[in-house]
């Protein structure tokens, strides 16, 4: 069974940091994108990082590159998302989700707000005060 298993959300000062963490099993990370995504109240869902382990590539949306930085550990088959220099706008429910597709239909998919991802985990909340 496919399961992503976010943690490491919470509460924090702006220009604080958080790492979030998506534990994933059931299927091999080399297989899949791995993507982040965030969902604020009354907003869309926007697409904020992306992640292939062929090469290493990276997607980051113009609203985190620079602050945040999305890695994986192979062995513990866990996807990173360090999220520095936060502001009240990063509040959200973020979500990892994983798409068994090449790193540039990662890329079109993320950046449409995730449609075309299979698996999806339950979120965690990362809120922001000023």
């Known amino acids: 069974e496919v399961q992503l298993v976010e943690s490491g959300g919470g509460l924090v000062q702006a220009g604080g940091s958080l790492r979030l963490s998506c534990a994933a099993s059931g299927f091999t990370l080399d297989d899949y994108v791995i993507g982040w995504f965030r969902q604020a109240p009354g907003k869309e869902r926007e697409g904020v990082s992306c992640?292939?382990?062929?090469?290493?590539?990276?997607y980051y949306a113009s609203s985190v590159k620079g602050r945040f930085t999305i890695s994986s550990d192979n062995a513990k088959k866990t996807v990173y998302l360090q999220m520095n220099s936060l502001k009240p706008e990063d509040t959200a429910v973020y979500y990892c989700?994983?798409?068994?597709?090449?790193?540039?239909?990662?890329?079109?998919?993320?950046?449409?707000?995730?449609?075309?991802?299979?698996?999806w985990g339950q979120g965690t909340q990362v809120t922001v005060s000023s």
């Open positions: 989700a994983a798409a068994a597709v090449s790193y540039p239909f990662g890329v079109i998919y993320t950046s449409r707000g995730g449609k075309g991802f299979d698996y």
């Open positions: 992640f292939s382990r062929h090469g290493g590539s990276t």
